[in-house]
């Protein structure tokens, strides 16, 4: 599968974003997604994941409450809706792909595809 994202920009903090993913291939909907993200001078990060049902979602503790992780399975795409931007959150944000079914997974070597990123600058 390949993955495209896109939808980043510049923001003011307090601001929002959505990014997309678009999945080509077969199958989407046998895959889990995940958002990573990497600032910075940072390593990437885990951000958000889905389940290939789209019924079960977990997030990082740093974007609870702000960011929401959905997914289209008819339109082979997966979104990241980000409200109440802030600063620290400047990165690269990443969506990933794992052929799975039976769970959600948490840490980058877990993926199995990866699309290019998109960069996301929140100013203050």
């Known amino acids: 599968v390949q993955l495209q994202a896109s939808g980043g920009g510049l923001v003011q903090a307090g601001g929002s974003l959505r990014l997309s993913c678009a999945a080509s291939?077969?199958?989407?909907?046998?895959?889990?997604m995940g958002w990573f993200r990497q600032g910075p001078g940072k390593e990437r990060e885990f951000v958000a994941t889905?389940?290939?049902?789209?019924?079960?979602?977990h997030y990082a503790d740093s974007v609870k409450g702000r960011f929401t992780i959905s997914r289209d399975n008819a339109k082979n795409t997966v979104y990241l809706q980000m409200n109440s931007l802030e600063p620290e959150d400047t990165a690269f944000y990443y969506c990933?792909?794992?052929?799975?079914?039976?769970?959600?997974?948490?840490?980058?070597?877990?993926?199995?595809?990866w699309g290019q990123g998109t960069l996301v600058t929140v100013s203050s």
């Open positions: 291939g077969r199958s989407f909907s046998r895959y889990v």
């Open positions: 889905i389940s290939w049902s789209g019924g079960t979602t």
């Open positions: 990933a792909a794992r052929a799975d079914t039976l769970s959600t997974y948490t840490t980058s070597d877990q993926y199995h595809y």
